[in-house]
């Protein structure tokens, strides 16, 4: 599965790949599919990360992100996957994405993980 | 008591165990009894842990909170029980649970406890 | 039902009763049982009065509120079903009870009930 | 296609049709699809009626919403539409939808569409 | 008593009589007893009034409200009872005093009362 | 100059022409230039209006307002210029202009201009 | 002294006298003395008119305002004052200005003038 | 002086003494009186500790801090002074406590004090 | 010209002189003049500090920077000479200054001094 | 190009070279093009740096950011050459520059970058 979505991403070369800096992206328009019950969960996902000779191009992130509006992937599976995906196409130094979920059974759920090049 | 709502917390298999990353869990809805009035107590319980190779089961852990709502028990108590019996079940690289109650008599309380694996 | 709540009320003499003034108590502890379901609601009620001869004493409507702990109504039931035990037992000159309960499926739901002495 | 949608909307007796109340519901979680673009659209539905005879049920109302996922319609439609299936399903004596749809191209657009049964 | 405390109150001739003005004042460290439990009840209150020939002077509206600081009254009766010193002193157009209390036993208290020049 | 920039506006029926509905449109990303000094101004401006039989459309709304970014105007001019364009194309029912600009020297200020149909 | 003052201000011709529309001015950085007691005073004065024929500038009512640092004045005094000046000088249709002063001695003040043209 | 207040301080066992935890109380509504002046002073204390064999119980901190309301003391003094007493009685692994105190002649003031046991 | 400000500070011994603890003093109503154009500029300043064995009168310093009402000095400037006055005068463990500066041209300057005792 | 804007850039002497302070100035208002599209972009930069010798002047910055009204670049572009800019003109200790851009087609980009004197 993840191989198809990952080719949606696009890249362009980072115009300063000496200097060590950071770029945040928020994306607070998020959804995806329960893969139990099959109803939507929506969440704000926050993608930081320190680019290294490629950055990932903003237009294909969002069509990227918007695969998944027909994708069933719990919580955890869905952050972890698209840092899987970010790093297989951008090799940063390092990166964080943060998946923030909207209330489901009056329970809120953010799921926060990292990579840094070894 | 604790074995006793132990046993409505769920698991299931952490999908990255070779990775560490956080999950948090924010709980506003948690309701118990003061032991001494007798009388409601409400707060917000947050859950943030690094899963080893368990996690657990947001709808269990829904059910599980809800036991303590006709329970006595301190805060101090309430919220060092609460994580000895996620320690027991999801065995996790660590955890940290806060306990924000609300106001009483004028004075607010949290309780904040944290947990490593040694 | 309504009958064995309502005598939880206790009252005290409107000290200014030839003057039209307002009381607003809100309550944002809230509780009661979803019947269809059986788990908890949560909820704030504010209640907004012109007393005429009586006014509802405010330990007597915490312990009132209280009694919905263990009790199933939906959101429309309960917020009437408060207006009627509080117009009964204090015949003010006019009443309104808001019930703005937390969100279930996504969904929040603010109910809003009001009534004048004819 | 409003007739097709409709037929999600599931309504119950309003338990108290002789008082004129207020019922505000809030959906955050409302997405839809741009007909011209194909590009999904995010906004918060907020519907404010005063019941008659039937109320819609909430759970019915979030699979109602959910049929708009994949539908093609643009901001001024969609309010108007849901709004008409509103009142035909529930002959309310008067609603309210708003339709506060987020940001495009820097510009954000809300929609206040109103009925008053004649 | 309320004689006793009247007299701190000091005044100053409108500087502009003839003209309809409003003017608020904010009083957020109010503090008095609760006559039942001797406890401390805590508020802010809003005085707005219209004045006609006199203004209450700032500083003397501070001492008179630090009177209160040992004594003991109900919500109800203080906020009436302000109301009464201040029209019989300065004689306003119009006045409106709101006393908003701070939560006890988890419920928050507001009184709201208004006088008008017959 | 009026004449110029208006053509830019695109319009399209109103779906719902026999029902009195109201868009709001909100644009925080507008700036011009100051008229004395030649620096940019910017604001934030708010259309909210009852479409008759003709809506305008939000992309050309968009490049409209963007016609202003080299145009030397006053606030007060902007605003007026801006309603006196969007009655001439759209014909609306009712409409009002809201330009919230930024502050200059400690001080900012709102211009708000309305027009109804004769 | 107002006439002293007064002369600061400068007009311009009101683009649009056939129509009737409100502009809102905002002034956080206000600052007086108190004749009193020779301290400063802060405060954000808020002027709100509807011009007739004419309309003051704002640089002009900038160096107006900084007149009132080295000048004492109570607040009713102020903001009726600034009234006066901006009538006076503009003849608007109907004005309103705002004295919003710090707090002293735990104490916060708004003075609210109006006046429409008869 | 120090010595009569603390007496109203009573504790309590820490149910789990072997655990590093952190207990944080918010008490907004302090009020002591300036020596200088006898004027009330107003304030919110935060006290957050890690206990060691012994808690402080909540309603008698609450009756330790009315003690102040008839106590002159400067903040310096009065925040340091409930260090030293919840030191003295609850013997803690470490203790933060945080005066914040309102604004007087627009200036506002907190008092940050440590503890750590040797 | 700053020996001459300085000497309106005054001192009292501190308190707690074996125990290193903080202060911290907001002042919202700092005012002085622009050097370059004689216009007035406007600020909170925020000192933290470590006292040593002396601090620093709180209305004296409300009467220091008052000094500055009618002074003409840059925000680089008026933000190192008050640290440098607070320095000498209390001859503190620690310090910092904070001067944050509203906007002039559209633009807003903090500046952050800190000193350390060698 | 960088050239040519740098130019704009004034500086003034650091008044306080001996000591190590930092300066924040925050700039709500810029704008600059997308290359690709020709459309505006907008965002708030803020720029932080402990100074050396050298200062850059305030109003010159204001300047030296509005020659990017007319010119495109991207985000990451804009951001890095800016703090080219500053370094070469101020020759700065440190410095960061934060570039936070508003959402477009629902993303919101923030890119921070910063510089250490070798």
Same mark, same amino acid.
């Given at each position: 599965?993840?191989?198809?979505?990952?080719?949606?991403?696009?890249?362009?070369?980072?115009?300063?790949?000496?200097?060590?800096y950071?770029?945040?992206?928020?994306?607070?328009?998020?959804?995806?599919l329960?893969?139990?019950?099959?109803?939507?969960?929506?969440?704000?996902? @926050?993608?930081?990360?320190?680019?290294?000779?490629?950055?990932?191009e903003?237009?294909?992130?969002?069509?990227?992100?918007?695969?998944?509006?027909?994708?069933?992937?719990?919580?955890?599976?869905?952050?972890?996957?698209?840092?899987?995906?970010?790093?297989?196409?951008?090799q940063?130094?390092?990166?964080?994405?943060?998946?923030?979920?909207?209330?489901?059974?009056?329970?809120? @759920?953010?799921?926060?993980?990292?990579?840094?090049?070894?």
């Amino acid at each position: 599965m993840s191989t198809d979505f990952r080719a949606t991403l696009e890249t362009f070369s980072n115009p300063y790949p000496h200097r060590e800096y950071r770029i945040e992206t928020i994306c607070p328009e998020f959804t995806s599919l329960c893969p139990k019950t099959g109803q939507p969960d929506f969440g704000t996902l @926050t993608i930081t990360y320190v680019p290294d000779q490629t950055c990932f191009e903003l237009k294909s992130l969002k069509l990227y992100l918007q695969r998944y509006r027909d994708h069933g992937a719990f919580y955890e599976q869905v952050t972890n996957l698209i840092l899987d995906d970010l790093v297989a196409v951008t090799q940063p130094r390092s990166i964080t994405v943060i998946g923030a979920f909207t209330a489901r059974g009056g329970i809120r @759920t953010n799921v926060i993980v990292e990579y840094t090049k070894p």
